[in-house]
């Protein structure tokens, strides 16, 4: 375990005005594995995967790519970093003014300047991938089922066969079966690309099925952070309490009394 | 502010996309000739007429052809045109880019290894600005066809009289300062839309509260730029 983490996290925070969503998240992930990180709704899962992005930018802290340094990169030097990634949006975040193909090919045609047939022959090949035939390539997004929406985001994820792929909430929103779908597909995709992933999820089922390594957040900080076989005796109350699904626990949701 | 540097720096650095400039171009100015077209040609027309109750008084009738034509090129066309634009334009500009930021498809551009300042502000800000002038002189010519209609056909003057009254004390500072106008007003349109449907936060409603501001702020911003413009033009 000498080698360089393919993400490297440290001290990372992150307050919107008075509100503070990461407080100091501490995180490795090593190249290959599938971490899931879990947590409360609102406990700033997406907040973080923004942050490593560079979509957001973090207060303090440091985030290591391959050990490099990535907080405050600007411009080109962060479009060359981001070509690492390949990124599925919780609400899918297809482009609503292009075709289904245009959607899965937009990353190789803009980011990486690939001559157009090139590209649509490797979109079809991903929308296969992921069980789509040619026929829906020519509809537009908003023709979609949720969960064929949730396909072709994943097959655009896939399609510049990045490096790292992050994944919010990839079953959230589905039927037990199709969320079941998508996680085959992803613990696939992954598997074929032999990317290093990050999920973040709060369903226990898809967790248990994508993650090698799972951690957990709670109020800004990762408070558990182990093998997936190990989380059902994690020693850790809020652990507990979160993958048992109880509402009494450490863990208080707000909720006005009368 | 910022915003508008950052902006205007991406307009004039590599890479383009033509395509959807091009797109922007069809959308901002040939849609929105309609509109324009109506607004001038009624204006005109209007101008024509409440000229002639006001200056037949003073036996100055001829002075008509002149009054419609100062009007529509300086100030008219351009002003309501800029306005009709940026209820039009701006409005949905601003709905565009705010629905594309609340279901983070720019936060996907990011990932996808796009500027979105290229790819969604960029292409909009340079058809705004290139547009609308265009439309203004198709206004121009419009609103003092408006006002030829109802001269001739109406209060029955002589057509010859009034295209030499027109002519004769046009000036081409009078247009240029019109269609200086048009590109300050066509790019603060598509200024305000996107910077408004950037920073929208918050669903739908956000989104609507975006192309609210957007529509508010670039017509009042237009009628303080014109006020600014024309004293620039003609103090003195
Ligand atoms: N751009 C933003 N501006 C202000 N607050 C934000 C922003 N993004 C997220 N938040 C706040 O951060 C908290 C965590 O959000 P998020 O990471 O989306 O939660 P989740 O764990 O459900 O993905 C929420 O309370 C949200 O209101
Ligand atoms: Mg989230």
């Not at chain 1, 598997?191 to 109020?219: P, Q, W």
């Not at chain 2, 601003?94 to 594309?100: F, Q, R, S, V, Y």
Request: proline share 3%.
């Amino acid at each position: 375990m000498s080698q360089t983490p393919k993400i490297r996290v440290r001290g990372l925070k992150k307050s919107f005005g008075p509100k503070t969503v990461l407080n100091g998240v501490d995180l490795d992930i090593e190249s290959g594995e599938s971490l899931v990180v879990i947590g409360g709704s609102g406990s700033g899962k997406s907040v973080l995967l923004k942050c490593i992005l560079g979509i957001i930018q973090a207060d303090a802290g440091s985030i290591q790519i391959d050990g490099e340094e990535t907080l405050g990169l600007r411009g080109r030097e962060r479009e060359r970093v981001m070509r690492k990634f390949g990124m599925l949006f919780q609400g899918g975040a297809l482009f609503d003014s292009l075709k289904v193909w245009e959607n899965v090919a937009f990353g190789l045609i803009q980011g990486r300047g690939t001559a157009k047939d090139e590209a649509r022959r490797i979109a079809l090949e991903k929308l296969a991938q992921v069980g789509l035939g040619e026929a829906v390539s020519t509809l537009s997004p908003a023709e979609l089922s949720g969960g064929m929406q949730k396909r072709v985001a994943l097959a655009r994820a896939i399609a510049t066969e990045p490096e790292i792929i992050f994944f919010d909430e990839p079953t959230t929103g589905l039927d037990p079966i199709m969320a079941d779908v998508i996680n085959d597909l992803i613990v696939a995709c992954v598997k074929e690309l032999g990317a290093t992933a990050l999920t973040i999820t709060h369903d226990m089922a898809s967790a248990r099925k994508i993650a090698n390594k799972v951690a957990m957040i709670y109020e800004g900080r990762i408070i558990w952070h182990g093998p997936v076989e190990r989380i059902d005796a994690s020693g850790n109350d809020h652990v507990d309490q979160f993958i048992h699904g109880r509402a009494d626990g450490p863990i208080q949701m707000q909720v006005t009394r009368p | 502010m910022l915003f508008a540097l950052t902006a205007v720096m991406h307009c004039v650095l590599p890479p383009f996309y033509f395509r959807l400039i091009g797109r922007q171009m069809l959308d901002i100015g040939y849609y929105s000739l309609p509109v324009v077209g109506m607004t001038t040609l009624f204006s005109g027309m209007v101008l024509a007429l409440q000229s002639y109750s006001g200056f037949a008084r003073f036996s100055a009738e001829s002075a008509i052809a002149t009054v419609v034509v100062l009007s529509m090129t300086r100030e008219l066309a351009p002003v309501l045109a800029g306005l009709m634009v940026a209820g039009r334009v701006g409005a949905a500009i601003a709905a565009e880019i705010g629905t594309m930021r609340v279901t983070e498809q720019i936060d996907a551009l990011t990932t996808l290894s796009t500027n979105p300042f290229k790819y969604l502000v960029v292409p909009r800000i340079l058809a705004g600005t290139l547009m609308l002038p265009l439309l203004v002189l198709t206004g121009d010519i419009i609103g003092v066809f408006g006002g030829y209609i109802v001269a001739v056909y109406q209060l029955g003057f002589n057509p010859g009289t009034y295209i030499k009254n027109t002519a004769e004390y046009l000036e081409f500072i009078d247009v240029v300062s019109g269609l200086v106008k048009a590109a300050v007003f066509g790019f603060l349109i598509s200024l305000m839309g996107c910077y408004h449907g950037y920073q929208s936060r918050g669903g739908a409603q956000g989104v609507g509260a975006a192309t609210t501001n957007a529509v508010v702020s670039a017509s009042i911003l237009i009628l303080i730029f014109n006020y600014v413009i024309t004293g620039l033009f003609f103090e003195r």
